[in-house]
């Protein structure tokens, strides 16, 4: 354990935070800041995806792929609002302070551009399967670099750290919940939740987009209105929270004892943790979507950052800076059940434990998807798909009764690597996501509903054969 921590330590404090950083601002420049320029055009999108006409677009005739824009957005977001948002960000704000917020807010806003250039590249290089779309990181290395040990090394990272390690830590955080709220029995609580797991990933992508389409804004609105309520209580305070965050994160916390570094380091490792952008994990569903052109689908994607951390990971943080338990001896979701019981009483813990069962269980079945399209990119064969539905089940009732330290610490080390792979990738491809993009503006400036021709970028012509000529 002492190794994997040191490890770690140095992997994140010292190689990916900077990358990371370093490849938002690029992103942000090279797309002459398309998260924030093409804010409205976000909003245009989500407001037409998931009604009859974008259905008809990913159903026009000759075309089988029955993912929507909308599904492929409420499985990413399924996969990012997960315990990261509520016990993730206590965990930031216990030990770096409110000034951690500022800094979950600075990644989310740069990441959003590397998160559009991912899920730009992934629909670009996407593949036709059986019954959807399929690609991702692996896919776009291959296609796009020509290096298969490369794409076959984040296949292998990704299917081991969000199919296997991270769906046990989510069963986890949801029956230590249950335990807590209802005295309900780990091992009873942790077999139904592997059959509930079983039953839905056992229908593919399909099964797993439909649930999510309709959980996942449930869920969301649900958590969100619950925030707003907390918020009108303690309107009052809303000037003194919104200035003891900008205020330490530049300071530091003095009454945790935490300084500006602390702070930074904590709000940036918990805001990339909570909203994947640059990790390679949603370009995977992203590429499920059939849409008329890449940039859609990319703009979308970056707009579910925004989603997970500017409004969901900011309603649980003010829901503990306004209630005043913090510094209590509490982190995590303990913290964020005692600021919801501060506010309004025994029924918070409660809707917590439900809330932390919506997100986890959304999570554990996206999670799971993650695994399944890198695991088919490894191997065609059928039944390493099936074995692998029958370990996430097995991993997810492991999780829900044993201590998950060691699993946490190796999901940490595999996940710092599967991100160093793929922003190595997108730093490789960004161009590509630039011309895209530039394409797609010219076609709206003339009023077209933009699509997406080969032609249009004829050195990737030949691998890019899922677009009409």
Request: charged share 10%.
């Amino acid at each position: 354990m002492e190794l994997i921590n040191t490890f770690n330590d140095w992997l994140w404090s010292y190689i990916l935070i900077a990358l990371l950083l370093a490849a938002a601002v690029w992103f942000t420049l090279s797309t002459k800041g398309v998260q924030f320029r093409m804010f409205g055009e976000m909003l245009r999108l989500l407001a037409a995806s998931g009604t009859r006409e974008d259905r008809k677009e990913s159903e026009h005739p000759g075309n089988h792929h029955t993912i929507s824009s909308f599904q492929a957005f409420a499985v990413s977001i399924a996969s990012r609002v997960g315990t990261g948002n509520l016990a993730g960000v206590a965990t930031a704000i216990a030990i770096g302070g409110a000034g951690s917020v500022f800094w979950m807010w600075v990644i989310a806003l740069l990441g959003a551009a590397s998160a559009f250039v991912e899920s730009t590249l992934a629909q670009l290089f996407k593949e036709r399967g059986e019954r959807s779309f399929k690609g991702g990181p692996a896919y776009y290395i291959l296609k796009g670099i020509g290096c298969r040990w490369w794409a076959v090394t984040f296949a292998v990272l990704i299917t081991i750290t969000f199919g296997l390690a991270f769906n046990s830590v989510q069963a986890n955080t949801m029956t230590a919940a249950a335990a807590v709220s209802f005295g309900w029995n780990p091992a009873w609580f942790g077999a139904i939740i592997t059959v509930g797991t079983l039953a839905v990933i056992w229908g593919g992508i399909q099964r797993i987009s439909r649930f999510s389409e309709i959980v996942v804004p449930v869920m969301a609105i649900l958590y969100i209105l619950l925030a707003i309520t907390v918020i009108a209580l303690n309107i009052g305070k809303l000037p003194v929270v919104l200035s003891s965050i900008v205020s330490e994160a530049f300071t530091g916390s003095a009454a945790l004892g935490g300084g500006v570094g602390s702070a930074l380091m904590m709000g940036i490792k918990r805001g990339l943790f909570s909203n994947e952008a640059g990790e390679g994990s949603a370009p995977n569903v992203a590429a499920t979507a059939s849409v008329s052109h890449p940039v859609k689908q990319g703009l979308l994607q970056s707009f579910a950052v925004f989603t997970d951390t500017i409004i969901i990971c900011t309603c649980t943080a003010f829901i503990i800076l306004f209630s005043g338990v913090l510094g209590n001896g509490t982190s995590g979701i303990a913290l964020t059940q005692a600021s919801l019981e501060a506010e309004v009483g025994t029924a918070g813990s409660t809707f917590v434990a439900v809330a932390v069962f919506l997100f986890a269980f959304t999570s554990i079945v996206s999670n799971y998807y993650y695994g399944e399209t890198n695991l088919q990119f490894i191997c065609k064969r059928r039944w390493p798909v099936a074995a692998y539905r029958l370990a996430v089940g097995a991993m997810v009732m492991v999780g829900s009764v044993t201590s998950l330290e060691l699993a946490w610490s190796l999901a940490d080390v595999f996940m710092g690597l599967m991100t160093l792979c793929n922003l190595a990738a997108i730093i490789v491809l960004g161009r590509f996501a630039v011309r895209l993009l530039n394409d797609y503006t010219a076609q709206r400036r003339r009023g077209q509903n933009p699509q997406y021709h080969r032609s249009t970028i004829p050195e990737l012509a030949d691998k890019t054969d899922c677009w009409p000529r």
